[in-house]
């Protein structure tokens, strides 16, 4: 009697339901397509193209369709890329370290001793004044700041401190890594404010219950807790110093090098094949390195 | 690992800018008792268990625990261990880590230390989780583990900031039960903070009730709720009628007084002056319906609700100036002989039932 009952009621909610079944079926590829043609078009093609034309042959003036792993062997097997290389990873390594040691404590003032959260955003919109204006400028402001009658070095020299003015405060590595850690260091403060502000208060509270002194507290609570933000901010501090070619031309003053260097002046000699296997050795390391920051830290939690 | 300490609280006062969320309030727990901090949110119910665990300075006033003055110590240095209200476990060590906390702090070595710790996990029946993180337990499992994180200190008072609000009805039943177990077989004292009636009822030894940062009442639950000192301690308990009137004058050592604008009442206390204001309370389970044997010890009124509740049956009564008075009668008694919404009834109680409340001298 109840199956007889049901078969109709089945008979008639089957056509509907796959009708329903492949409308909702497509749903989520039409739902995904903008995003998959935007990455398709502006991230994924150009990446295959930089891949394909790295096994391209070429001269002065043209570029040959061809399969050549003779732009790789250049680019592995020269000395002076090693050591270019060398010395980007080198520029990562202090410009990180000086970027994660002052965001930290920068975020951790913002965090924890500013107590209302309207003044927390008011500081925070005052450490991001300087992004309104591009990065050049930022750059270039450090010349009249460092140079050889700049600021710094007439007003020590007026001290009487120095006799003559200090040579290696601009056009040197140290003028890289200064301009670098003043770009770089906000997007270090951003994600470590951030995972600083989502730690429960009363976890002080209960590590100072357990006899944890200050500094008990920072390396056993607060440092772990900040891990995913210091990882976001290494992430976004490495990839961007080892892309940067601007800032090393401008404050090395064609002294120093670095890899996207390198690139950039492939370019201008119309090489880019060999530009393209540089960009793609490149990306292999960058993304070696972050995938061993999110093997590390599991940053899951904050996204 | 029983040596439970007295605490003794003189004077202490907390005073935030210009508000003063704890008035000088006096208290002596005694060694190894429960004791439940109660009253409504805002009370200073929280700011005075903060104090006794050194998270909260101390504006002024003392705190000893057992012989030692504790008022300028840091939280670690009193004897003293708090469970947080959220737990406040560290969401990036495991179990063991956490409950190992405080031994890390003092530089025990990682083998003693974990196994202590697991040895409190076992107290707490959570060995068979020792390696999970907080986030991956319940409710109920989070706060196993902050007692055992709290324990492991061997503390001389546990003080638990409203222990039981996160965790769902059922629940905070069986981890009441579970904490008067704990406070039994350790011997410690422990100092509870709760909003809930019920719960300081079921657990404590010694209730103190407070109101804007101050002690109403602090007395054993059976003498909380049968002589409540204050309207206020009759009304958060609950189950009483609050009536309040002026006096008249005494007979045969009972208070006679006037309901605002009704009708003449009597109660149990001591003669006050004519004209002064004055507050009694009356189980609402102590009424019964009939006349009144001697005047002053009942009053009638006209029912305006009647709620069923199964073994009792609650009635909304107006009269004699009285706007809501409660009754709560048996089931049985109410069905022989059942009244409706709008009949005028007789109230009766006995002397002893009216009680005189005092108030606070400020």
Redesign the interface.
Known sequence: MTVALERPAIAAAAPSKRGRLSLSAVTPYLQSAPLALILGAFLLLPIIMIVVVSFWDYDFAAMYPDFLTTNYSDVLGSWVTWKTYLNTIKFAAIVWALTLFIGFWVAYFLAFHIRTTAMQMVLFLVCTVPFLTSNIIRMISWIPVLGRNGLINSTLVHMGLVPKPIEWLLYSEFAVVLAMVHLYTLFMVTPIFNTLMRIDRSLFEAARDAGASGWQVLWNVVIPLAKPGMAIGTIFVVTLVMADFSTVQVMSGGQSASVALMMKNQMSLLQYPAAAANAVVLLVLVLLMVAGILRIVDIRREL | MSKAAEIDIVSVSKVYGMTTAVEAISLKIPAGTYCCLLGPSGCGKTSTLRMI?G?ESISSGDVRLGNTVVTDL????RGT??M???Y?????LDLIDNVA??L???GVDKERRRAKALDMLKLMQMEAYATRRPAQLSGGQQQRVALA??LI?DPEALLLDEPLSALDPFLKIRMRAELKKLQTSLGITFVHVTHSQEEAMALADLIVVMNDGRIEQAAPPRDVFERPATAFVARFMGDHNVISGRVTGARDGMVVFDVNGGGSLAACGQGQEAGASIEIAIRTDHVRIGESPSPGLGFTGIVSNIEYRGATVKLSVAGAGIDDFTVIVDDSDFFAKPVAIGDAVPLAWDSEDAIVLGRLHS
């Open positions: 665990a998270h840091p939280p670690a240095k261990a708090m947080f209200q959220s406040a476990l560290f969401p990036h906390f405080s890390k702090m003092k994180r709290a200190t």
